[in-house]
T-cell receptor
Framework: GESVGLHLPTLSVQEGDNSIINCAYS??????FIWYKQESGKGPQFIID?????DKRQGQRVTVLLNKTVKHLSLQIAATQPGDSAVYFC????????????FGSGTRLLVRP | DGGITQSPKYLFRKEGQNVTLSCEQN?????MYWYRQDPGQGLRLIYY???????QKGDIAEGYSVSREKKESFPLTVTSAQKNPTAFYLC????????????FGQGTRLTVV
């Protein structure tokens, strides 16, 4: 069945370093992916998205990379700041075109001062 | 400002009681969703609605019910049939197109006492 999973449940980085959060997806037919950031007690916030016809997309301090060959998605955060501490989820659009989002279990990013 | 609003933020329920969680959006989005989040886990889809007066079961619909009488509103009822209702509930909306730019509410934390 469809599933989205994450390699690292917790990532600890030094402030100022770059962070890389990884995600594996199982359905090769998925064509749309989103990264969300969720702070404690709040709803997820959209960070960046990417379509399967792209390999890379850049935003402000964030970059998403998509490797369709190995069904892998990553989120890179440049110059990580304390405010980046949160749980990050990747999500893929359900391939039955029902506009459902399938979420992974999340990675917690901890930024050390 | 446009947005999606969930209420209440915290909700306590006695065992055996039904309780309804509110979700309202003024983004003119066609699609709305309810997710459940348990501690340390990802989001699981309960119900979703792509258009007014229509909704579909998600992955964990048992013990829940919804209605979509208005485009702006998608209330979720947690019934007494839901055996483990204590969780964080998140509502989201999107345009329902392929872009899947879902916006999330701030969540309702339901506790059964």
């Amino acid at each position: 069945g469809e599933s989205v999973g994450l390699h690292l449940p917790t990532l600890s980085v030094q402030e100022g370093d770059n962070s890389i959060i990884n995600c594996a997806y199982s359905n090769s037919a998925s064509d749309y992916f989103i990264w969300y950031k969720q702070e404690s007690g709040k709803g997820p916030q959209f960070i960046i998205d990417i379509r399967s016809n792209m390999d890379k997309r850049q935003g402000q301090r964030v970059t998403v990379l998509l490797n369709k060959t190995v069904k892998h998605l990553s989120l890179q955060i440049a110059a990580t700041q304390p405010g980046d501490s949160a749980v990050y989820f990747c999500a893929e659009e359900g391939v039955d075109s029902s506009y459902k989002l399938i979420f992974g279990s999340g990675t917690r990013l901890l930024v050390r001062p | 400002d446009g947005g999606i609003t969930q209420s209440p933020k915290y909700l306590f329920r006695k065992e055996g009681q039904n309780v309804t969680l509110s979700c309202e959006q003024n983004l003119n989005h066609d699609a709305m969703y309810w997710y459940r989040q348990d501690p340390g886990q990802g989001l699981r889809l309960i119900y979703y609605s792509q258009i007014v007066n229509d909704f579909q079961k998600g992955d964990i619909a048992e013990g829940y019910s919804v209605s979509r009488e208005k485009k702006e509103s998608f209330p979720l009822t947690v019934t007494s049939a839901q055996k483990n209702p204590t969780a964080f509930y998140l509502c989201a909306s999107s345009r329902g197109s392929n872009t899947m730019d879902a916006f999330f509410g701030q969540g309702t934390r339901l506790t059964v006492v």
